[in-house]
Structures are given as structure tokens and as C-alpha cells.
């Protein structure tokens, strides 16, 4: 069982910056694809962006690609995604996810998720 737990959300305004990360506690860690996703209030959950277990392969929702940049670092099983440019369609709740994949950008590909962190951007 993988427990991820994200952090780094927060109020930023518009066009600044957030940082977020993601610890888990798996050993293997290595051998998951990683991705991010994000739910408005009344929306469903979309794909964000994703990475390879092997950290050599990146994918982008269009809507946040040029801004947004997903990295990984095994030693330390961590995933972040760092995030330049926001605006307020960029206010959501971001999940981790875990996927026994090499690589995954659906939902239903998602095996484990974290809680959530909550990012605001105000305009």
C-alpha cells in the first residue's frame, strides 16, 4: 500500500508561482509512474501532467503545458510539480497519484492517491 502525502499549496495571485510535493512512502517508489491532478468545486478530477517511473518521460494537459513542470526525484520518493504563470482557473485541489504503470495520464490508470492540497490563485 502507497501513502502519498502532497504539500505546498496554498494563495498565490495571479501570475506567481507554487511549488508542489509529493512524499511517498513506498520503497519502490522508483517503480511507479507519478501524476498530478487537480478538482474545481463542481467539477470532476482532470489530468494535470505525469512523469515515467524512470523520470525520462513528461506529459502535459494543454492547459498547463509551457507553465507547469513535473519532475521526480527516486532517491528521496518524491514527485513535485512546479508551477509558473497561475491564474485563477488554476484554483483547485491537486492530487498525487501512483499508478503501477510505466506511465499513466487517466484517472481510472491511478492506483494510489493523496488528500489533496489546496491551491487558491486570486486575480
Known amino acids: 500500500q502507497v501513502q502519498l502525502l502532497e504539500s505546498g499549496g496554498g494563495l498565490v495571485q495571479a501570475g506567481g508561482s507554487l511549488r508542489l510535493s509529493c512524499a511517498a512512502s513506498e520503497r519502490t517508489f522508483s517503480s511507479y509512474a507519478m501524476g498530478w491532478f487537480r478538482q474545481a468545486p463542481g467539477k470532476e478530477r482532470e489530468f494535470v501532467a505525469a512523469i515515467k517511473w524512470s523520470g525520462d518521460r513528461t506529459y502535459y494537459a494543454d492547459y498547463v503545458k509551457g507553465r507547469f513542470t513535473i519532475s521526480r526525484d527516486n532517491a528521496k520518493n518524491t514527485v513535485y510539480l512546479q508551477m509558473n504563470s497561475l491564474n485563477p482557473e488554476d484554483t483547485a485541489v491537486y492530487y498525487c497519484?501512483?499508478?503501477?504503470?510505466?506511465?499513466?495520464?487517466?484517472?481510472?490508470?491511478?492506483?494510489?492517491w493523496g488528500q489533496g492540497t489546496q491551491v487558491t490563485v486570486s486575480s
Open positions: 497519484a501512483a499508478a503501477v504503470l510505466w506511465v499513466a495520464t487517466k484517472v481510472n490508470q491511478y492506483n494510489y
